[in-house]
């Protein structure tokens, strides 16, 4: 069936440290590929998104390439600030089943 | 020009009541949808409306009743609710099932 694993949190980082979460996929076809964050107190927003192999995704420093070969999207930032303080989802888009499939989401801290 | 606004953002009720949230999106899509996020962030769909048609029903207990008066507006009605229904409800909204989905700031119930 369709399914996505994220990497599990909470991640605690430093500021400017380097992040990646981890997201693979079980999915007929390609999907398109999501990157969402939530802000506390806020809903969902896309953060980036790719719709075929090979194509990155970027936005806010934070990048993810759609790995075709080894059905992955990990997302990356260089150096990651307190305002990046969220909870991350990684979503692909499920042609066949006509809706996005949500991981458990990562909850991301940065202290100062 | 909020893109997707729902109402009321928050929602203290006890148990037993019948309650509605009504969600509108002014981006001009045709598929919309509600999910229910839990304590621990999981975010699980509930429904999904393309053209006013219903697409996606996610087992979710019949107490649970969506209505689409046009293509902007998706309310949600929930009959005799429940200690577990308290979670946060969200509407989102995309030009087709697997595109980009827009949310909205979501409406915090709380059954006592």
């Known amino acids: 069936g369709n399914s996505v694993t994220q990497m599990e949190g909470p991640v605690t980082l430093s500021e400017e440290a380097f992040l990646t979460i981890n997201c693979t996929y079980t999915a007929t076809g390609y999907p398109s590929l999501f990157w969402y964050v939530q802000y506390p107190g806020e809903g969902l927003q896309l953060l980036l998104k790719?719709?075929?192999?090979?194509d990155k995704g970027s936005n806010k420093g934070f990048e993810a390439t759609y790995r075709k070969e080894t059905t992955s999207f990990h997302l990356e930032k260089g150096s990651v600030q307190v305002s990046d303080s969220a909870v991350y989802f990684c979503?692909?888009?499920?042609?066949?089943?006509?809706?996005?499939?949500f991981g458990q989401g990562t909850r991301l801290t940065i202290n100062p | 020009d909020t893109a997707v606004s729902q109402t009321p953002k928050y929602l203290v009720t006890q148990m037993g009541n019948d309650k509605s949230i009504k969600c509108e999106q002014n981006?001009?899509?045709?598929?919309m949808y509600w999910y229910k996020q839990d304590s621990k962030k999981f975010l699980k769909i509930m429904f999904s409306y393309n053209n006013k048609e219903l697409i996606i029903n996610e087992t979710v207990p019949n107490r649970f009743s969506p209505k689409s008066p046009d293509k902007a507006h998706l309310n949600l009605h929930i009959n005799s609710l429940e200690l577990g229904d308290s979670a946060v409800y969200f509407c989102?909204?995309?030009?087709?099932?697997?595109?980009?989905?827009?949310f909205g700031p979501g409406t915090r119930l709380l059954v006592l």
């Open positions: 989102a909204s995309s030009q087709g099932p697997v595109e980009t989905q827009y």
């Open positions: 790719a719709t075929k192999a090979d």
């Open positions: 979503a692909p888009g499920i042609q066949g089943a006509q809706k996005l499939v």
């Open positions: 981006l001009g899509h045709d598929t």
